[in-house]
C-alpha cells in the first residue's frame, strides 16, 4: 500500500531507583572496602547475595544478620553473548554467567573473563577482579576471572 | 451471574506515605504493607492462597513489577495475578478479589497495590496511555482546569472557591489525625481565602493546593470466604457489591455521561439504597481535586442542586457529621496512584471494623462506600457493610 502513513515516534522515559537502605550498605561495602555482603535467614539459613531485606520464603526480616562472604565463587550458569548492541558493557563475545559466591546460596550476574568464550563451564571456579575506579555498583567488581587454584571447602560466611 | 458465597476483608496494611522513600526498594515498601495486612487480619502468610498485585503501568519503567515483586510480597509459590487499570488500579485489585473468594476459587486473597511516584516520570506514562497518533500531545490526566471551571460556571465564584477551599481544609483536618498520611499541613480555616490565593495556579483555577499529592506507598487488603470468616473468628467488612463504569473517549468536551452518577444509580438500585446519604454511614471517595471533590459528591449521592455545596457549608462532610466524607484525609493528602484506590477500600473497611484508630468516625458504621477514578473517567464504586448480605446480590445486571 502507498498511501498507509507511518508516524515514527520517540519518548524518553526517565526514572530513578532508590536502592534502599539494605542495597545501599551493599553498595558501599563493595565500593569503599572491597567487601561482599550478603544476609542470612536464621530460620531457613539461606544466606541471600545481594542482601534482601526480608527471606521470600519465610518472611522473616533479614536485616540484623549481616554476613560477608568471599569474592570467590563457582560459575553455576553462563551464556555466551555473540551480537552486538548499544550499551553492551563491552565488545561480544563476551560471557555473562551467574556466580555463587562461596559462603552465599544464591548466585550473582557478572561478567566472566576466561580467554576463550569457549572455555566456560558450570562449575568453574572464579574470582572477582575489583575496578581500580569504584562506583556504587556491581560494576565494582570489573568483572570475574578464572581462579584454577581455589577449592570451595571450607568457606562460610563471616557474621558481621 | 450471582455470588456463589460471601466474602469480607478482615484485614489491612500500608506502608508509609510519603513524598520520597529512599530507605527502602519497590518490594521492601510493599513488604511493610504486606507484613500489617497479615498481622491485622491474625493469619500467617501460609494461609494466603493466591496475591493480586497492581499499578500504574510504565510509571516507575519496569516491565512486570509482579515478577520482581516476589522478594518482598510473599507471592513465591501462589497463584497470582497482575492486574492494572490506571488510577482505578486498586479498586479494580479488590473488585477481582471479591470475584476469585466469592465464586470459590479462592478462599483467602491478598490484593496489593503500590506506587514509587519518585522514582519515574508520571506524565510519560500517562501519556502513553492516549492514541498515539491523535491523542498524545494533549493527555495530561487529572491535572485540569474544567473541573474547577464547571462548578464556578453553576454557582458563581465567589460561592465555588470558598466550597473547594472548605473542603480542601477539611481533607487536610481528616489528614491531620492519620499518622499515615503523606500531606499534612495544618491548614486553617480563618485563613482559607488566603491559602488558596497564595498558592501556585496550575491550569485556571486549579491551585497547587486543591490538587491531590504525588506520593511513595503501598497497601495491601486481605479477602477472604465467608467459611474462613468464621473459622478464623475474623471481624469482617463484607462486601455488599461493586460496578465499573467507564467511557474510553478522551477527546469529548462539553455535556457528557457522569460515570460517578451511572456507577452509583446501578449500584445503589440493586443494593436497595434509596436514600445514600442516610443509607451509608462514610464515604471514601477517589478526589483528585478539591474541585472533583465538591462536584462528584453530588453525583455520587445522586443529589441535585446545590445540595453538596450545602453538605460542605454545613460542616455534614467533617469525621464527626452526619456523612462523613474521607476521614483517612482521601487522596488530596496521599496518592501512591496504583495503591489510591485499594486504600479508599481499606479506610472504608476500616470504618466498618472499627479500627481506624484516632480518625475512625463517631457515628456507628453499618455501610460504608469506597470509589477509584482514574483515566479515561473510569469509576469503580464498592460497598461494604458490617451485616453479612443475606441474599445473592447479581453483579451485573
Not at chain 2, 301 to 325: A, Q, R, S, T, Y
Request: some cysteine; overall charge negative.
Amino acid at each position: 500500500m502507498n498511501d498507509a502513513f507511518v508516524i515514527e515516534g520517540k519518548m524518553a522515559l526517565p526514572y530513578q531507583y532508590f536502592a534502599g537502605a539494605v542495597g545501599s550498605k551493599f553498595l558501599v561495602a563493595l565500593r569503599d572496602e572491597k567487601q561482599i555482603l550478603g544476609v542470612r535467614c536464621s530460620r531457613c539459613g539461606m544466606v541471600f547475595v545481594p542482601p534482601r531485606q526480608s527471606c521470600e520464603r519465610c518472611f522473616s526480616a533479614l536485616t540484623e544478620h549481616w554476613v560477608r562472604v568471599e569474592s570467590t565463587g563457582e560459575v553455576t550458569g553462563f551464556t555466551v553473548v555473540r551480537y552486538a548492541e548499544p550499551y553492551q558493557p563491552k565488545k561480544p563475545p563476551y560471557v555473562l554467567a551467574l556466580i555463587k559466591l562461596d559462603g552465599a546460596d544464591t548466585p550473582i550476574a557478572h561478567l566472566l573473563e576466561c580467554g576463550d568464550p569457549g572455555r566456560a563451564r558450570i562449575g568453574m571456579r572464579v574470582r572477582a577482579v575489583f575496578a581500580g575506579e569504584r562506583r556504587a555498583n556491581l560494576l565494582a567488581i570489573a568483572h570475574f576471572e578464572e581462579d584454577p587454584a581455589g577449592t570451595q571447602e571450607g568457606h562460610s560466611p563471616a557474621r558481621l | 451471574m450471582s455470588k456463589n458465597r460471601n466474602a469480607a476483608i478482615i484485614g489491612s496494611g500500608m506502608s508509609e506515605f510519603s513524598s520520597h522513600r529512599e530507605d527502602v526498594n519497590q518490594p521492601e515498601m510493599i513488604h511493610e504493607a504486606v507484613i500489617e495486612a497479615l498481622r491485622d487480619a491474625d493469619i500467617a502468610l501460609e494461609d494466603v492462597d493466591c496475591l493480586l498485585h497492581g499499578n500504574m503501568e510504565l510509571f516507575e519503567m519496569v516491565h512486570q513489577p509482579d515478577m520482581w515483586h516476589v522478594l518482598g510480597d510473599g507471592a513465591r509459590g501462589k497463584s497470582g495475578l497482575r492486574l492494572t487499570t490506571g488510577g482505578t488500579t486498586g479498586i479494580t485489585l479488590a473488585c477481582a478479589a471479591d470475584n476469585l473468594v466469592a465464586s470459590g476459587l479462592h478462599d483467602v486473597v491478598l490484593a496489593i497495590g503500590f506506587e514509587k511516584l519518585q522514582e519515574g516520570h508520571t506524565t510519560g506514562g500517562i501519556t502513553n496511555m492516549a492514541d498515539p497518533l491523535w491523542g498524545r500531545s494533549l493527555q495530561t490526566g487529572a491535572l485540569t482546569g474544567t473541573g474547577a471551571q464547571k462548578v464556578i460556571d453553576e454557582f458563581g465564584e465567589e460561592r465555588a472557591k470558598l466550597a473547594a477551599m472548605k473542603y480542601r481544609t477539611i481533607m487536610d483536618e481528616h489528614a491531620m489525625r492519620n499518622e499515615k498520611a503523606h500531606r499534612r499541613l495544618r491548614l486553617e480555616r480563618q485563613y482559607i481565602k488566603e491559602t488558596a490565593d497564595n498558592s501556585p495556579p496550575l491550569v485556571g483555577e486549579l491551585r497547587m493546593i486543591h490538587m491531590c499529592s504525588q506520593s511513595d506507598g503501598a497497601c495491601a487488603v486481605v479477602f477472604a470466604s465467608e467459611e474462613k470468616v468464621r473459622a478464623l473468628g475474623a471481624n469482617p467488612a463484607w462486601i455488599v457489591d461493586h460496578e465499573t463504569v467507564h467511557r474510553e473517549e478522551t477527546m469529548v468536551f462539553g455535556s457528557m455521561l457522569s460515570t460517578q452518577r451511572a456507577a452509583a444509580e446501578r449500584l445503589f438500585a440493586r443494593a436497595g439504597i434509596a436514600n445514600p446519604r442516610g443509607d451509608i454511614d462514610v464515604f471514601e471517595m477517589y478526589d483528585p481535586s478539591a474541585w472533583w471533590g465538591v462536584d462528584w459528591l453530588r453525583d455520587f449521592l445522586l443529589l441535585e442542586g446545590d445540595e453538596h455545596l450545602k453538605m460542605i457549608e454545613n460542616d455534614e462532610i467533617v469525621l464527626d457529621g452526619p456523612f462523613p466524607v474521607n476521614p483517612s484525609g482521601g487522596v488530596i493528602a496521599s496518592n501512591p496512584i496504583g495503591a489510591t484506590a485499594l486504600v479508599r477500600v481499606a479506610e472504608a473497611a476500616m470504618q466498618v471494623r472499627g479500627t481506624a484508630g484516632a480518625h475512625q468516625v463517631s457515628k456507628p458504621v453499618r455501610r460504608a462506600l469506597a470509589s477509584g477514578f482514574g483515566g479515561t473517567l473510569w469509576t469503580v464504586l464498592m460497598l461494604l457493610s458490617k451485616e453479612k448480605p443475606e441474599r445473592r446480590v447479581n453483579t451485573h445486571g
